[in-house]
């Protein structure tokens, strides 16, 4: 049966790597690591060609060498400061 | 995106598991308090603003640096990045000691691994760096204030260095790297000061953006000398100026926290250096960039970018003559541009702009907009 597309869905990933995303939102203004993931995730999709899955390759142009998820949380400073 | 100075943008905070290791260790390790300058020079070091730097300078860089404005690896470095011993216990640290650097209130920032202590003359390092040993310099006062024993060795920043103001207008290098990105400029030159603006100074801007997609403006909030306007005064200047008379979408405005060193053209070097890591191709040099008194000559810092080759500085410096408003052209403009003589050149000298400030007067339209004139007058009442 089709879901509604506002309803939201379990997506699993190793503790770890969740206390690890816990650890860097800290002071960020994400208020929970689901919320922090939908942005990254949310940025990378909607991305032409995928282009935020390839740091090395901003980084052969001389660009930040910002992971996807640092990347994400420089733009939501950005936007919140009222520069984007 | 222009190329971070080195090649990559330096990054000294310490990750997650390494930063809370550092934290429970650092309570036991001597304790280096730092200078106002020193802090804010941790600050850039550890955001990267300025790479390649990964901790204060050891002694083959700093030698290096004062003799020939080059790395010990020949990369352009033109002003030392130095941490002083504080007392004599200080002195007797060496190469494989750690100390946590710490602030005014005694909170750990980072740890150092001391790689060397060194020695330094600075009478030396004054008229290397700053063309004299006057005691009349505040860049030599700050030199007679501190020990000539100097500590070098990278450092792991494990908290942010504290600030009360500007928190709007605080970005890093990787922050406004993203910003011109995103709104797609290529172009972008910076601006650089510790003074208010006045018309000459919205004018060099305006010209460079003419130039380049987009405009840094980028004030320098560090320490000056006590005579110099305060930060907050100039960045209500800024505020003001830029909503009347700017096009939003192409200006950024951000704070640099950088110390003043006076050392005129070779701060013109480090400061063009440091806004390449900020993301900027291009940087505007006007008369007597970093200057103070009367040791520098109006264009040497114009003067010392030709000591290197363009490729080695990597942004592309503006330079500007002394501009001023001519009321036969109707217009903004500078020797090069304009015929006129000084009878028809609305200019001020800062005395006499001081002396008008202090009795309420306005300086004309034509040398300051009306905006940051009353922001000026105010702040003169005080």
Redesign the interface.
Known sequence: MPRGSSEAVTLKIPRPLYERLRQMIEGTGFRSVTEFATYVLRDLASRPGGQGARPRARRERGEAPLTPAELAAVRERLRRLGYL | ????HGG??VERTAP?EQRERLAKEAPRLPQVPLSQRELADLEMIGCGAMSPLEGFLGEADYRSVVDSMRLANGLPWSIPVVLSAKDEAQGRLGAGDRVALVDDQARTLAVMDITERYQVDHDYEAQMVLRTADEAHPGVQYLRSISNTYLGGPVHLIRRVEHRDFL?YR?E???T???F??RGWSRVAAFQTRNPIHRAHEYLQKCALELADGLLIHPLVGETKADDIPAQVRMRCYEELIAAYYPRDRV?LSVFPAAMRYAGPREAIFHALIRKNYGCTHFIVGRDHAGVGRYYGSYDAHAIFGEFSPEEIGITPLFFDHAFYCARCGNMATAKTCPHGEEDHVVFSGTRVREMLAAGELPPPEFTRPEVARILVEAARR
């Open positions: 995106m222009i190329a971070p990559r943008l997650g709007r970005l290098p990787k922050e790297r993203v910003l990105a995103a950024v």
